[in-house]
């Protein structure tokens, strides 16, 4: 299990790879790994950072990870800087033995940096507003 450094919104490049979301920017470690979202399934169909995988807390279950390999990197958000669930979430996926990174400033920091959101159906997201996340 490592609970690692935080990585910033600009800090990794998205879909790389099949199976994969992003890779961490050289300088963040150069690996490959999947973007979790903390917040509630309303709130992530409103606009999510592109290719993240809605998985809000409570839902985080040994069960649930069973489909992800054990060395897989996981780079947590929720709402933002407002927000414990990312801590919460981190926490969780330490403590089943994953290695996470938060994602510093959560998506109120994604959208902070310009960056763009996607919708359920990964297609661009017409919001710039953050919906609470209700974890």
Known sequence: M????????????????????????????????RIIEARNDI??????????????????TPERLAAFPADTLFVVYCAGPHCNGVHRAAARLAGLGYSVKEMIGGITGWLEEGLPLARADEQPAATTTVTSCAC
């Open 2 to 33: 490592s609970y690692l450094f935080g990585v910033e919104p600009t800090g990794f490049q998205q879909r790389t790879s099949p199976g994969h979301s992003f890779v961490l920017q050289p300088g963040f470690g150069r690996r490959a790994g």
């Open 43 to 60: 709130a992530f169909a409103a606009g999510h950072v592109p290719g993240a995988i809605n998985l809000p807390t409570r839902t985080i």
